[in-house]
């Protein structure tokens, strides 16, 4: 069985958020090994289903449903999705967060120990910012691959305490993880308005939470281009060799074609990626 399948529902803002998602698209081929199914939902991406689904077929991803459905809200878009997954554990997508593993053996060791340890969550992402809240912790559990925690009221208190004045709250719980198959229904399922994924977000923990939440050791998921408060630490301001690779940095209208021509040189993709830099024009 899959070690975990993955889940987006995005609406694209502007080309440049396209290029961002061709980008992470092709940052996950590492991860592809490790995945079921790759679930995702362009909601204003008409036009762009057929080359994406290579672009993502390409990466590595042999079962992929690439889809172009408006939906009511994020919320209902999403657990329609989630209904179609099997895997014991959701990774959630978005296309500003890109992947900087350079290869599987460590993600691979991470969820057997997120298995063996039955980890509710996983942080995927802000690497360096949650390194330095967690230090605070005590961990119940610890391996090459990360540091177990009971992620609960007190922990989440003890955190709060630490963090110095005028950085980012921390949350209790952000999209950008890897969730547990019982934890995601129960999250995503929530009946929250919106077309956006951030007000799922928990600022606080629910009464009584008690989780086990599973800190990875090393970087997996990077912010393209937010620094959230560490300073240089997104990937348009931190250099990345992998991310300066895939993304030609070069992130206008145009990326998309550029950057996908660059990965799959025939004559097909090119017609294909004309069409789509068209439709993107028009819509930014």
């Given at each position: 069985m899959a070690a975990f399948d993955i889940v987006g529902n995005i609406w694209l803002a502007s080309g440049r958020r396209l290029a961002y998602l061709v980008s992470a698209i092709r940052s996950i081929a590492e991860l592809a090994p490790l995945t079921g199914r790759f679930l995702l939902n362009i909601e204003n991406g008409q036009g762009l289903v057929g080359p994406l689904r290579k672009l993502v077929r390409a990466t590595g991803f042999r079962q992929a449903d690439i889809s172009a459905r408006p939906a009511a809200s994020f919320g209902s878009a999403y657990v329609a999705m989630l209904q179609r997954t099997s895997a014991d554990y959701i990774m959630h997508f978005e296309e500003d967060h890109f992947c900087v593993l350079k290869?599987?053996?460590?993600?691979?060791?991470?969820?057997?120990?997120?298995?063996?340890?039955?980890?509710?969550l996983v942080p995927l992402s802000l690497y360096r910012l949650r390194q330095a809240r967690f230090a605070v912790l005590t961990p119940e559990a610890t391996d090459s691959s990360g540091r177990l925690f009971r992620w609960d009221?007190?922990?989440f208190s003890r955190m709060l305490q630490h963090i110095p004045p005028g950085r980012p709250r921390a949350y209790f719980v952000g999209n950008n993880w890897l969730f547990s198959r019982q934890f995601a229904l129960a999250y995503w399922m929530?009946?929250?308005?919106?077309?956006r994924p951030h007000p799922f977000e928990l600022y606080d923990p629910p009464e009584g939470a008690s989780l086990r939440l599973l800190l990875p050791s090393f970087e997996i998921l990077r912010p393209i281009d937010d620094?959230?408060?560490?300073?240089?630490?997104?990937?348009?301001r931190s250099g990345d060799e992998k991310w300066t690779r895939l993304s030609g940095m070069d992130l206008g209208v145009g990326a998309f074609r550029y950057l996908t021509w660059r990965a799959f040189r025939t004559p097909a993709w090119k017609s294909a990626l004309r069409r789509v830099a068209r439709v993107v024009a028009r819509q930014t």
């Amino acid at each position: 069985m899959a070690a975990f399948d993955i889940v987006g529902n995005i609406w694209l803002a502007s080309g440049r958020r396209l290029a961002y998602l061709v980008s992470a698209i092709r940052s996950i081929a590492e991860l592809a090994p490790l995945t079921g199914r790759f679930l995702l939902n362009i909601e204003n991406g008409q036009g762009l289903v057929g080359p994406l689904r290579k672009l993502v077929r390409a990466t590595g991803f042999r079962q992929a449903d690439i889809s172009a459905r408006p939906a009511a809200s994020f919320g209902s878009a999403y657990v329609a999705m989630l209904q179609r997954t099997s895997a014991d554990y959701i990774m959630h997508f978005e296309e500003d967060h890109f992947c900087v593993l350079k290869e599987t053996a460590p993600m691979t060791r991470l969820l057997d120990f997120a298995r063996s340890a039955a980890a509710d969550l996983v942080p995927l992402s802000l690497y360096r910012l949650r390194q330095a809240r967690f230090a605070v912790l005590t961990p119940e559990a610890t391996d090459s691959s990360g540091r177990l925690f009971r992620w609960d009221q007190d922990n989440f208190s003890r955190m709060l305490q630490h963090i110095p004045p005028g950085r980012p709250r921390a949350y209790f719980v952000g999209n950008n993880w890897l969730f547990s198959r019982q934890f995601a229904l129960a999250y995503w399922m929530r009946p929250i308005p919106g077309k956006r994924p951030h007000p799922f977000e928990l600022y606080d923990p629910p009464e009584g939470a008690s989780l086990r939440l599973l800190l990875p050791s090393f970087e997996i998921l990077r912010p393209i281009d937010d620094d959230h408060g560490i300073e240089g630490s997104c990937c348009l301001r931190s250099g990345d060799e992998k991310w300066t690779r895939l993304s030609g940095m070069d992130l206008g209208v145009g990326a998309f074609r550029y950057l996908t021509w660059r990965a799959f040189r025939t004559p097909a993709w090119k017609s294909a990626l004309r069409r789509v830099a068209r439709v993107v024009a028009r819509q930014t």
